[in-house]
């Protein structure tokens, strides 16, 4: 069986300019090359912002880049057809597409509505004024460039939980389906985090329900695309998502690959969410990628042995996306929490060239990615380097990363592990070994299938060989605060 690896294509700071959605389909084949399986694409549908935002601000979920809305055709990413063309050429090349898809909220509203409200404690959202007020707010969306074509819904005042027209005063809607409360949460982070931002969308609407039933019916059919990732988990209803993926699967006679964003550094949490949704989503480990960053920033101090501790990687490794960083956590976003450059090779051996998880690789970490951002001095040029060795541990998960796995993390700065490999795949296995600190060896077991075989560090930081001896085991080097990835010579040509 192939290892699936998955691969986020864009960031945060994509421009226009960059027309992504033509990018795309050009590198479908390099991506493939790497071992791609799964590309995961950004928001396609409109938003309120136009070509000024990534997607997630939503308008418009039926408007793919076709229709003049919000100053544009194209979105941020380019037209439908070039979407579905990108999409088409992945297929092609055997990789699967998922859609990036953003229900939680809507923005950009055509039309004010005069409507009941109750103000909410930003900090306690379970504290909600007694006294009701009649508040104007733009509500209703009848989406004048599409003119019902594809669908003639209208969303207006019963369709919204909660708004707030400047992220400081939140107001609970009193629409006939509130009765006074937010929609239920698994996690009481502020009391309740039904609320994130802009129109927050009531799935206790029988009609919202159907409405977006039948639009996830419209996108498959008309993109082709494979699987799902959903957006702010944490702040939707859990029994939605149980109902809308059900629907889908019935109406469409299979299962899609469905992973989900739940932002919560606590696996407890993770694993409510995922015996609640009954294993229908597959989650990041949000606790991996935080153990990354805090290992990045301590070096030495930071006890390697303890990297996979309280991660979903661990507790429920089947059900575990991994990363190393996204377009959230990448510098000048809101979760900025990005991997120090100097760590992230060893972040992605851990998450590429191990058994347990499926890893996400984050566009920059091939194609780098360079921004303006706004600091305390002014603006300043961001860059996200290409990360050396990503390319090549890539190729290794796809041909040699496979086999009974033997760990070594038996010291605070020193850690290893081997793949033994396997009958079907002639020269797999592989050696890893990541430091911290000062260059050191480590003695490691890869099987006696590879006595009297010769490895060599695919990565290049060591010039020696390793020759196995006859009882499976090497002697394996590593250079001071680096990783490298040791694998038969005769297998070098991946």
Not at 62 to 81: C, M, N, S
Not at 103 to 112: I, P, R, S, V
Not at 297 to 313: C, M, P, Q, S
Not at 429 to 439: D, R
């Amino acid at each position: 069986m192939d290892n699936i690896t998955l691969f986020q294509f864009f960031h945060w700071y994509i421009r226009p300019e960059d027309k992504l959605w033509l990018l795309a389909g050009a590198e479908a084949e390099r991506l493939a090359s790497l071992g791609v399986t799964y590309v995961w694409l950004p928001p396609a549908y409109k938003s309120a912002y136009g070509l000024g935002e990534p997607g997630y601000a939503v308008y418009d979920l039926y408007d793919l880049g076709e229709f003049d809305q919000k100053g544009t055709v194209p979105t941020r990413y380019g037209t439908r057809a070039e979407y579905v063309a990108a999409i088409n050429s992945f297929h092609e090349k055997g990789i699967k597409v998922l859609a990036d898809i953003v229900l939680n909220h809507k923005l950009g509203a055509d039309e004010q509505e005069t409507v009941p409200v109750r103000k909410v404690n930003r900090e306690n959202r379970t504290e909600i004024a007694e006294e009701k007020e009649m508040k104007e707010i733009w509500s209703r969306f009848v989406f004048p460039g599409r003119k019902k074509e594809y669908s003639d819904y209208v969303w207006d005042w019963h369709s919204f939980t909660g708004t707030s027209e400047d992220q400081e005063n939140i107001y609970l809607i009193d629409n006939e389906h509130a009765n006074e409360k937010w929609e239920k949460m698994l996690d009481n982070e502020n009391g309740n985090y039904d609320y994130l931002m802009g129109l927050d969308i009531e799935f206790r609407n029988s009609h919202v329900r159907e409405e977006l039933k039948k639009w996830g019916r419209w996108y498959i059919e008309s993109t082709q695309i494979d699987g799902f990732r959903l957006d702010a988990l944490k702040h939707i209803y859990h029994g939605f998502y149980n109902e809308w993926l059900d629907d889908l699967k019935n109406y469409f006679k299979k299962d899609f690959f469905c992973i989900g964003e739940f932002w919560k550094s606590d696996v407890g949490i993770l694993q409510n969410y995922i015996e609640a949704t009954g294993n229908r989503i597959q989650l990041f480990d949000v606790p991996l990628h935080y153990n990354f960053h805090a290992a990045s920033r301590k070096g030495v101090e930071y006890d390697l042995r303890a990297i996979f501790d309280n991660t979903l990687v661990k507790v429920k490794p089947e059900l575990a996306i991994t990363f190393v960083d996204n377009h959230d956590t990448q510098p000048m976003q809101s979760l900025e929490s990005s991997v120090d450059h100097w760590f992230k090779p060893h972040a992605y051996a851990l998450i590429l060239l191990r058994q347990e998880g499926i890893p996400c690789v984050f566009y920059p970490t091939i194609y780098g990615a360079k921004y303006w951002g706004k600091a305390e001095n002014g603006d300043v040029e961001i860059e996200l380097p290409v990360i050396a060795c990503a390319e090549t541990m890539m190729m290794v998960r796809k041909n040699l990363s496979y086999g009974v796995q033997r760990d070594y993390f038996d010291d605070p700065v020193l850690i290893g592990w081997t793949r033994e490999g396997i009958d079907d795949r002639p020269g797999s296995g592989c050696a890893v070994i990541l430091t911290t600190g000062a260059a050191n060896t480590k003695r490691m077991e890869v099987g006696k299938r590879h006595a009297g075989k010769v490895f060599k560090d695919i990565c290049g930081h060591c010039n020696e060989e390793v020759l196995i001896d006859m009882d499976g085991f090497g002697v394996f080097l590593v250079k001071d605060g680096s990783v490298s990835v040791w694998i038969r010579a005769d297998a070098a040509a991946l």
